[in-house]
């Protein structure tokens, strides 16, 4: 008793802890009639409620984590429960990654919980580690048409529900347009594709060299046709996946457009190997629509108006393509004739696309991290 | 056009050149080595405390009310809490206790470790309604009545909080009593004569290490309030000496050679504490001065810490961060109101400190008006308080 006299009178001045107290963060996506979710929880509270150090060396690897991967989806599956109007949903943990946040590494389990009808009232029951530990909380992110609300469920409330209200069909379709046009921007990998099918657009090869082009015309068709065949693919299976008739892995879509910059660059150094550029954008195109669609999946899609959503969200895309076009197109058109456009511009900033994203595709396919982008 | 070859080799050139920066992990991943230590742990399955807690989590699983099992390890966990800086172990106890937290009067074992809880989580006024419920069961509750007075210190409710010091006269061993006061004269300008009795205390043999360090660590603290810097050095080093591990006394310390701008000290002294928030912020100070690249990580990573606090809706921290937006961030117009709502849940030096240099900052002196209020009230005997109010009453605004 002793020494919790001294304890007592200096755990009011602790400067601070060492630790943040114990968090979970929960994110939800509602879609149509499911919810795709991710879950971080820290490892060291699994290590404390299952037990995950196997040889008891203080120590967490990445082998003791995996070989518990299904105790821990079985732990924290029952202590979630998803249901929509008093239905419950039906949970699968996809995968288990690792992430780091400020104060240690957490476990991610994404999942998809299927309600098998149109989500109209969430309920979300969270009860992960509240019996051993009073003060943990589950923050949570609710991502539904495009909005984002926030929740946090402690031992006092671990219970709410969430009606998906209906929202202003306008204000909805201007948030998809947005989301569309900022994805486009800040999607370097789509800007750089682009770039590079844009780079010999206002030039002609005669007789195995590059040459300006003489006519402005010619050059807008050229672009227009890029452009056009660019969209129509990506909107094509961008519809496709949204309407989940197409559902492809991320990590393989992720690396197949990282590939198709790769490609699109080595095609300006070997102008021969890609003689129509429209068809080489139509085909990269159907891959990063599927792309595109991984955002508005994750922007949690309306079950009402799926294809305003999808619609707004593709209109934003053209948006932002057609700006890139409009500050690109007229500055090559200028400086098609100097010295340095075939060379510095066209044959350098292609070489810099091709190394750029050789870099993304050695990350994403072979999940490693290299380059923070 | 360039050859093929030398196309692969530029390409290869420029994979390997961006492939140097730093792995940031942002997204998800799965590792790739099974050796691959992802987290470290508190213990090791062997360690004795380990094995303690253990034990005792098994006899209150096998009995979920018995109050000893409960009382026991609760208490284990709170004293683990404190040692490792790691809040967890609070919540841990919380839910040892759950049977009875909800309880309006639970057994008083429960309610001075509930007492506690409630005033690591900042809630003072609920803590003290439990220290009152004890002690009027328990009027010899000297665990109860010390309690009682560092809440109301905090509180700057000081005659009550003395008074609840002097309680312990017959209940507990002298220094304690004496610790209790002085910590609170120090404040009040009355110094001299606890100081006196304090430091022929520190010299009794019987001490315990970590009441050598709560006693050297007032002794410095005062002496350091009134400019005494020699003394003051001598006591921290008093209370270093113990070889116990304190992150107050660290703390306290750091802030002592950041006053004399002994920033390199800093650094030595604090270069491997990176995990406790209020340590960090410190380093960090110190980097800034000395104009140090780290700089910039450890604040970008003291505003990530910060960040994530807000967002699980806790209160706890808002002392150093308002210190860290003001010092670091050098934002006096946000430093502000998080100071003044700090102010309005504790008021201790470091407390007043952070306000009025805020309110210097954000030239606004109603801001600081009820610190200096408070100052003239108690008689405060404060070297950097007072040079703090000199200089805000001096500017015109």
Redesign the interface.
Known sequence: ???????????????????????SYLSLSVQNDHVEG?WDIA???L??AIGL?GD????????E??NKHDEIVAYALSRLAVSADAHTCATQVQ?Q?????????YS?L?FRSDCGRHIERLMVDYRLL????????G?LRLTQGGQTSTA?FSQESPSQTFSLAKRSRWIESMQFIREGLWHIWLGYDHVLFLLALLLPAVMVRVADRWQAATHLSSVCWNVVGIVTAFTLAHSLTLSLAAFDIVRLPSRLVESSIAASVVLAG?GN??PTMLSRRWMVAFGFGLIHGFGFAAVLTDLGLPHDSLLLSLVSFNIGVEIGQLAIVAAFLPMAYLIRQSWSYPRLIL?GGS??V???A??WF?ERAF?L????L | ??R?RS?IV??L???FI??L???????????????????????????PVARELAMLRSSVRQNPHSLDSAVQLA?RY??QG?S?????F???A??VL?PW?NEPSPPSAVLLLRA?IR???HEFDQALTDLDQVVAIQPTN??AW??KA??LQ?QARYDEASRACQRLARL?ASH?ML??LSDIDGVTGQSAKSRELLRQALSKPAL?G??RI?IATILAETAARTGAIREAEQYFNDAFMVGIK???L??VYADFLLDQRRYQEVISLLQSET?????L?RLALAEQALDLSSFQTHTA?LA??FA??R????I??VR?EARFTLALLHDAKRALPLARANWNVQR?PADARILLESALADHNLPAAQPVLDWMKRNRVEDFHLQQLARQLQEARF
């Open positions: 008793m002793r020494i919790l006299f001294v304890i007592a009178w200096l755990l009011l001045s602790v400067p601070a802890w060492a630790h943040k107290p114990s968090d991710q490892l060291r509270d290590a404390d150090d008891g060396n203080g120590q967490l690897t990445w082998g984590v995996r995968e990654l690792i992430d780091h946040h400020t104060d240690g590494a991610i994404r509240f019996d051993t530990d009073a003060q943990h909380k923050l946090i080595i150094l070997y044959t070489l810099a091709v190394a750029i050789l870099v050695t999940n991290q290299l380059f923070p | 056009m360039i093929l196309l530029l390409a050139l420029g994979w961006l492939s920066s730093d792995r940031a992990a942002s997204e998800p991943y799965r590792p790739t080595d099974d050796a691959q230590v992802l987290e470290r742990l508190t213990f090791k399955s062997a360690d208490t709170i004293e404190r490792e800086g790691d809040p967890r609070l919540g841990q919380q839910a759950s937290w506690t005033q690591n989580a000297a665990q010390l309690s560092s809440i905090v507990a304690v610790g209790c315990s970590r009441e709560w304190d992150q107050y660290l703390g995990r406790p928030d209020g340590l912020l990573e990530a810490r994530a606090a967002d699980r809706g806790t706890v921290h150093e201790e």
